[in-house]
């Protein structure tokens, strides 16, 4: 069956090389980009196989297109080096290989490996200083992981959840963009989230969530262009909301380049009984122009090959401490209705062996909606609120962490970030600075300074 695979890849990698593609002739910039028979797009969700059948990286400008690494049984998931010389890529030498992250010379000369995953690894960004941010597979589970570049095995992993976790963008404040199901680690849907590199501060990039959200990318205006559905949509600076793009009837496949020219490279298709396409859109148009096609063959993940800002370095705010610090200022500010005084206690759960919640221990919540915790770092853990009479006013449906080390304060629960905090001390505080130790095995119930 190995070999069977393997031929395939090079019969298709033939196919592509001896069939003429169609080009558009206003597309002169360089692009690379990945070439698969079948594409999975949903099999991240399940830790699963995205590219049943292989898949290969191609190089195209305005005069040829040719293969990248016809050496390779498989490649794909090309990321392009801030100076656009260099190429970051998932990659497989043999067909039995696992899928490993390799970096090499923008023309596909010197691969040189950089990960020795005992499982898969793909899908790989670069970031400042010389590292990168991909995706690791676990125990059958994808988690997010940073690493550098020299040194493969100075690995930071950045997400903890009982779910998979996909990396699809390095924004310009220097976050990394992710997929995760929502509720984050529960759901069936895909939601876009953000995460520092040091995998602090995790959070949705919207609260209105939809329908499925894939594969989001941050263009030039700094927009969030993701595919929905049959239909592109955008987060802009100015809404709390998805924005609906009008763009062309048919499906999308998500990683939606900008071209110089202010054109987007998108992959396309009519329907589902038809392969992607690269095609070229002009927004604020009901055309597409055909960059490249060919029966049978999906092609997906254009990448523009030419130099880009680099993004922001964000000094990490961890500290030497084993577990972390969450201080609310107010539950009541929340887009959910609290009577006054009716939340009395929050309890925290982490996730069980099979994921279900376990409980950690709880806090008495101030008469102003405040608390402050010390709870268990580089795990899942959830909030419930529950009133006087021990009745659940509101639970998450998801789950978040906290890294080892980091202070996290919220203006209140789910309140979205455009909410600002009182000027004033919080109860809590006014009681004692010292946070309510959720991380002893000797009861449920702590009081701290209260």
Request: proline share 7%.
């Amino acid at each position: 069956m190995r070999l069977r695979l393997h031929e395939l890849s090079l019969l298709i990698a033939l196919f592509v090389s001896t069939t003429s593609l169609r080009a558009s002739s206003s597309q002169t910039a360089p692009i690379v980009f990945t070439a698969a028979r079948v594409f999975n797009s949903e099999a991240w969700i399940r830790g699963g196989e995205r590219f049943p059948l292989g898949a290969n990286l191609w190089t195209r400008d305005s005069k040829s297109q040719r293969q990248l690494f016809p050496a390779f049984a498989a490649s794909a998931d090309a990321n392009v080096s801030f100076d656009g010389t260099r190429i970051l890529f998932a990659g497989k030498r043999h067909p039995a290989d696992h899928w490993q992250i390799w970096e090499a010379r923008i023309d596909g000369r010197e691969p040189k490996q950089i990960t020795h995953c005992k499982d898969q690894c793909v899908r790989p960004f670069y970031l400042p200083d010389f590292r990168m941010v991909f995706a690791e597979r676990k125990a059958g589970r994808f988690v997010i992981e940073t690493a550098s570049l020299s040194k493969s095995e100075d690995t930071t992993q950045l997400t903890f959840i009982p779910g998979n976790a996909f990396p699809t963008d390095v924004l310009r404040d220097g976050r990394v963009l992710f997929e995760a199901v929502y509720p984050l680690g529960a759901g069936t849907k895909s939601e876009l989230y953000t995460v520092y590199t040091d995998g602090s501060g995790v959070e949705s990039y919207r609260c209105d969530h939809g329908a499925d959200r894939h594969f989001g990318k941050q263009n030039a205006a700094g927009d969030i262009v993701f595919a929905s559905a049959d239909s592109l949509m955008r987060f802009t600076s100015p809404l709390a909301h998805a924005d609906p793009i009008s763009a062309p009837k048919g499906q999308f496949a998500g990683d939606v380049t900008q071209m110089p020219s202010g054109e987007w490279l998108v992959s396309w298709r009519k329907s589902s009984a038809e392969p992607y396409r690269l095609m070229q859109w002009a927004p604020g148009t009901l055309s597409l122009e055909p960059v490249a096609t060919q029966d049978g063959l999906n092609l997906l993940q254009p990448a523009l090959i030419a130099s880009r800002p680099v993004p922001n370095r964000h000094p990490s705010g961890l500290h030497d401490w084993p577990n972390a610090n969450l201080l609310c200022l107010n539950a009541y500010t929340s887009k959910y209705h609290f009577d006054p005084g009716s939340i009395a206690t929050v309890k925290v759960y982490t996730a069980g062996a099979s994921g279900q919640p376990k409980l950690i221990g709880s806090s008495p919540v101030e008469t102003d909606g405040s608390f402050f915790l010390h709870v268990p770092s580089d795990q899942p853990i959830k909030f419930e609120l529950v009133d006087a009479n021990g009745k659940t006013l509101k639970k998450e449906a998801g789950w978040f962490w906290t890294r080892r080390g980091e202070q996290r304060i919220c203006v209140g629960c789910h309140a979205g970030p455009e909410r600002a905090p009182d000027n004033e001390v919080t109860q809590v505080l006014l009681k004692s600075t010292d946070p309510v130790d959720l991380t002893l095995e000797t009861s449920h119930t702590r009081t701290g300074g209260h």
